[in-house]
């Protein structure tokens, strides 16, 4: 992957079309790297392909200060770059001292600085409404496409067979999923569901409709919205950081990604909706954002906005807006303050009461997987809980090492050249695989809630098959029993299930469709949280007389809880893959509603993060972010290399000279050329070339666009103007053309260091106030530039890592 469309021959492409859609494709095939934006063109009565060059000779003299009206696109950033922090943070404070001081002067303005406090919160609330709806779109064409694929209502196609047997009149508490209205494909079309040929209809019918959703969900991604693929986790972590990428929160990739993530989970694939949820959020927030100029206009702002509805996608996600807003704090977030706290807080908790109100599951609650567990758990269990999160912590590491592989080889192989093959390949194997194994043929949300529950007297789960059931002992609860039959055919199956679930989630997360981790690594410790908690549970009935049960567990006695292993698993695995810690074991608590169970939720969520930390120090997102070369400074890694400042900075020695402006003394011409010449996001401005003293910084688009307007606005602006960045134009002899004043645009105060500043000085400095560069001095005359490539480069470096990964600035 090359950088070539960086390359500036002219500047027309800075009037070339934008859009939501052309952009890059995440992760792993070729980019466009084309320079669109969301600026309108300066000049729209100019020709399309009228290229960037010098205008005609005016006959005034007058100097012209343009700067002082606004330009548009002034202030702006290309694709691919990153904000300034500072500058947005200091453009938002002007804004609001010159609402706050207007407001004295009358009430229209006092009407107005109420309105644009007030607009935070309106924003927020609309997230919420707009996120929740969608969430329960999806949830519920999801559920009714899932058991399209084994059947179908034939009193109301729009049922859901869970739906449709509630409304019959003709079905038993034993056979309750099973009614005359619902039809097998084998049904419909032999008029049978028994015998080896009404199975081998109903298979075939099972892996055609999952090949059917999942070309359906490539294909619309592919031709669409490429950024529609994947989590969107790891790009949102690197947006929020300041990085642009237009067009991946945007429109068509909010309407394609709720498309294909319900075709995606409808396929049966090892993959869930819960990081896609986050991603479809954000683009909720980014699209309501135009609405109001406060977030329009400013980039910091705009990505305090993407943190709350970060915390709302996980709160419909999950059902969970606590375990959201500290998720968003702790997982995705780069700038949080506390204002932008309470705004997710509220924007979280609108989210879940949308949600609840849409009632997607018809329980009355958010999930489909809400369990409660009464048994307490027992001081020694802290030791298979533990085993658990040191099973999680290695399925963790593992998975990310092997993924990263396959994904790594997808990028730089023919594969990656293929995504609909991949996509439908894959799928064809889930779908033959799981088909004769119920626990896989069942969609991984309810596969977790079967493995969550607690068995009870009414259950007719296989896993709740136990030998003298009714042998009930005080306060109506079961004791351990002895496992039947049913009970050991699950256990095999389950075996196989876990095994499938580990091996195929590897290949499908990071394929061109949306696929998100948290179900799946849920999925795979609930099944061996669930293995491991009937081995105790008959361990307990069968030696109750050991040391190590008879003191809490007596014979007849309920004490083990297999749903409760199923649970702790599930948040082991979960927090081996991603590295989250506070923000899951509060998921976790809020799905299950007991407060009693947040120990062994920490424990096994600490160990799972020790372990795998000690296996690989990064996530799953963090991986992925720098598999795709995403300029994300990490906050949480401190850097311990004693370099300088000068051992980093651009030019090293033997390098060609820093490329620099002069504040008086260069003409339009010069400027023009080295634009051109150079692909540099800006340029430090000395007082000249011999002495080298920083004046400023101005970024190359600045300039572009300032002295485009200029050649329009200004008569007699020709290539041999001269361009000036001081208060007062400089002294010129009579009959030369008009002087261009571009003080307007100059950064008077861009952030410097000494050449013998410790990088790690620098390194904090770029991770807590979000620099895109910082000049590099000695005595005051500039030596060199440090941008945040190169830190991360540099960073990389230190960790005998590919500083070549790094591909954006």
């Not at 807080?345 to 409660?372: C, D, H, K, Q, W």
């Amino acid at each position: 992957m090359d950088n070539r469309g960086f390359q500036q021959g002219s500047f027309s492409s800075f009037r070339s079309s934008s859009s939501d859609e052309d952009l890059m494709d995440i992760p792993g095939t070729a980019m466009d790297f084309s320079m669109r934006d969301d600026v309108p063109p300066l000049d729209r009565e100019v020709e399309e392909d009228k290229s960037y060059n010098g205008g005609g000779i005016g006959s005034s003299n007058r100097i012209m200060d343009f700067l002082e009206e606004p330009i548009p696109g002034v202030g702006t950033y290309d694709d691919f770059n990153t904000i300034d922090w500072v500058r947005e943070k200091s453009r938002d404070r002007d804004r609001h001292r010159e609402i706050t001081n207007k407001s004295k002067e009358s009430t229209w303005a006092l009407i107005h600085s109420v309105s644009d406090a007030f607009s935070g919160w309106l924003l927020m609330l609309l997230i919420g409404l707009l996120a929740g709806s969608l969430a329960g779109l999806i949830d519920i064409s999801a559920h009714w496409m899932t058991d399209l694929k084994e059947g179908i209502c034939t009193g109301g196609f729009w049922f859901n067979h869970e739906h449709c047997c509630w409304n019959s009149d003709h079905v038993t508490f034993e056979d309750r999923d099973k009614c005359p209205e619902w039809n097998s494909w084998s049904q419909l079309i032999i008029s049978t569901d028994e015998g080896a040929f009404a199975y081998i209809v109903n298979y075939f019918m099972y892996v055609l409709w999952a090949l059917l959703f999942a070309f359906l969900a490539v294909s619309l991604v592919k031709v669409f919205a490429p950024y529609a693929c994947g989590s969107g986790i790891p790009e949102i972590k690197t947006i929020l950081s300041g990085f642009i990428i237009r067009g991946y929160l945007g429109k068509w990739t909010l309407v394609i990604k709720t498309i294909t993530l319900v075709l995606a989970v409808s396929s049966g694939l090892s993959l869930g909706k819960e990081g896609p949820l986050v991603h479809v959020a954000c683009c909720c927030g980014n699209i309501l954002c135009h609405c109001f100029n406060k977030y329009r206009k400013n980039e910091a702002k705009r990505r305090e906005v993407l943190s709350a509805a970060a915390a709302a996608g996980v709160s419909v996600a999950f059902g969970a807006p606590i375990g959201g807003v500290l998720f968003s704090l702790e997982e995705v977030s780069y700038y949080f303050p506390l204002k932008t706290l309470w705004r997710s807080f509220f924007a979280a908790l609108v989210a879940a009461f949308t949600l609840r109100s849409i009632n997607p599951f018809g329980n009355s609650r958010l999930v489909l997987f809400y369990v409660e567990f009464h048994t307490p758990w027992h001081l020694f269990e802290l030791v298979p809980f533990i085993l658990l999160g040191i099973f999680g912590g290695l399925w963790g590491a593992l998975f990310i090492r092997t993924n990263i592989a396959w994904c790594r080889k997808r990028k730089t192989t023919q594969l990656g050249k293929y995504p609909v093959i991949e996509v439908l390949v894959v799928t064809a194997i889930t779908a033959i695989l799981a088909f004769p194994n119920e626990y896989t043929r069942m969609s991984t949300s309810e596969l977790i809630s079967e493995l969550f529950n607690d068995c009870g007297l009414l259950d007719s789960s296989k896993l709740c098959d136990y030998e003298n059931r009714f042998n009930t002992s005080k306060g109506g609860e079961l004791p351990d029993r002895p496992a039947g039959v049913g009970v050991y055919s699950a256990m095999w199956q389950l075996a196989l299930t876990l095994i499938l679930k580990i091996v195929i989630t590897i290949f499908t997360f990071g394929m061109k469709i949306p696929s998100g981790l948290f179900i799946p690594s849920m999925a795979v410790g609930a099944i061996a949280g669930r293995l491991l908690g009937v081995g105790m549970e008959q361990l307990a009935y069968y030696h109750h007389d050991w040391t190590i049960f008879n003191s809490w567990c007596s014979q007849g006695a309920d004490c083990i809880t297999p749903g409760l292993y199923a649970m702790v698993g599930a948040a082991a695995c979960l927090g081996g893959v991603t590295r989250m810690t506070v923000s899951l074991v509060v998921i976790m608590f809020e799905l299950t509603g007991g407060l009693e169970y947040i120990v062994p939720l920490m424990a096994a969520a600490m160990t799972s993060k020790w372990v795998a930390d000690a296996l690989g120090r990064e996530g799953i997102y963090d991986a992925h972010i720098r598999l795709n070369g995403y300029p994300f400074l990490e906050a949480k890694e401190e850097f311990a290399h004693k370099t300088l400042a000068m051992d980093v900075m651009k030019p090293r020695r033997n390098d060609p000279l820093l490329t620099v402006l002069t504040q008086d003394s260069m003409t339009v011409e010069d400027v023009e050329t080295i634009i051109s010449e150079t692909t540099y996001s800006g340029f430090p401005v000395v007082v000249s070339r011999e002495s080298q003293r920083l004046v400023g910084f101005v970024l190359r688009r600045d300039l572009i666009i300032s002295i485009e307007n200029a050649r329009k606005k200004q008569d007699g602006v020709v290539s041999t103007s001269i361009i000036y960045f001081t208060e007062h134009s400089p002294p010129m002899p009579p009959y030369t053309p008009p002087t261009l004043k571009l003080r307007n645009i100059l950064d008077l105060s861009p952030f410097t260091v000494t050449d013998l500043t410790p990088m790690e000085i620098v390194v904090d400095i770029f991770r807590k106030l979000g620099l895109r560069q910082c000049l590099v001095t000695h005595n005051g005359r500039l030596l060199g530039i440090i941008t945040k490539k190169d830190v991360l480069k540099h960073i990389a470096q230190m960790a005998n890592q590919d500083p070549d990964s790094i591909l954006f600035n």
